[in-house]
């Protein structure tokens, strides 16, 4: 007998059709003896109408009240998944964030969870029942409804597997694994059999949404054994047909580029004519990070008139408007003059034997030049190298570097 936490994710609960087929997996896992706790995202679309929404009153909504709204899509199929159960004679019973609960912080819209306790869960499984959790949403300690950020249901599964001490985390979604890229994107992208944490979490965070990045972070701390699998075809969990995430040293294949990964979600912000003296960038980010805006690849110019610099650097494209109010009112900046390009897509190749493989850089170099394809932006850590292209030319970078890396040839 193992303890398991399923996750099914929008697609899979699109409609009636596919709960119960989700339905019977999970029945499957529990005849054969387990101990199951389910969680569920909201149907596909749902939560995109819920959004669209509150901006067609507003788009200065209050975040606590967007959370109220959106968390309602979770409830929806939490209930529905129990009927479903219980149809097949499973002792289920539905738990929203509150109930459980899933405690979280008040950073309404990307809320993190804090802690959840589990002795009404243990109760409930000694009783044998299932339990099915609403995923997405949490408590904070002022007792009002957070959500974990889109694709945040990811979280909630891990988070419960890690709060469970689970055998393993089972993600039931659209594809049947993790692949070399985005398979809608590059058909010829091969599924990959395990992968690392560290990867995955590079993956995740450059834009490869089979998963969230928190979700990743959250495995990786607490060594949660974590599973993508998919939930239209017959196989269940526990036969272990998906691709497994898991610690570096249980993977025997060490490859030098693992997967590509890409993002059109972010915005480049150069800022010229900066004044080049000692304490600068900390006058410019320390305010940019007051506004809760993420920054990633920072790049200063050398300075070539002696006294004046440029800084460039990409913050989400939903951040850009904020990110530039905030540079505007900065009397360091009184002088610059603020650029803002939304047309930028990030390209991001990632691989754990990059730490003892060189040119891997130079390859991606090379081939995005072959196709005539300019680098605004790189930045690198030992195991990824990201470079920032003109948006229009992102699909095309991703398949030729696919190709230069042969990431479609079989795993030996
Ligand atoms: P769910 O609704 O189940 O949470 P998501 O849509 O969030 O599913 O994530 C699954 C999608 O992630 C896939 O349909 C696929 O298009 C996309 N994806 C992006 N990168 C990858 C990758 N490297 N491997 C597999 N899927 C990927
Ligand atoms: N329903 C939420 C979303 O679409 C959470 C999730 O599906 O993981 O972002
Ligand atoms: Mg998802």
Known sequence: MARLVLKFGGTSVADIQRIERAAEKIARE?????EIAVVVSAMSGVTNKLVGYCDEITSMYDAREYDT??????QVTAGLMAIAL???GIPARSWLGWQ?????????GKSRILDIPT??????????????????QGVTEKNRIATLGRGGSDTSAVALAAALKAERCDIYTDVDGIY??????????????QISYDEMLELASLGAKVLQNRSVEMAMKNNVSLQVLSSFNDEIGSDLPGTLVTKEENIMEKPVVSGIAFSTKEAKISILNVP??????AKIFEPISNANIIVDMIVQDVSSKGNVTGITFVVPKEDAKKAE???SGLEILKDAEVRVNQDVAKISVVGIGMRTHAGVAEKMFRTLAAKGINIGVIAATEIKISVLIAQDYSELAVRALHDAYNLEQAEV
């Open 276 to 281: 080049d003296e000692p304490g600068v960038a």
């Open 119 to 136: 002795d009404e869960i243990e109760k409930r499984f000694k009783g044998e029942e299932v339990l099915v959790l609403a995923g997405f």
């Open 69 to 74: 709204v959106v968390s309602s899509g979770e």
């Open 325 to 327: 109010q905030v540079l």
């Open 30 to 34: 529990y005849k054969a003896g387990h």
């Open 86 to 88: 219980q149809k097949r």
């Open 180 to 193: 070399t890229t985005d398979p809608r994107v590059v058909p010829e992208a091969r599924r990959i059999s």
């Open 100 to 108: 459980l609960p899933i405690i979280c912080d008040d950073i309404h």
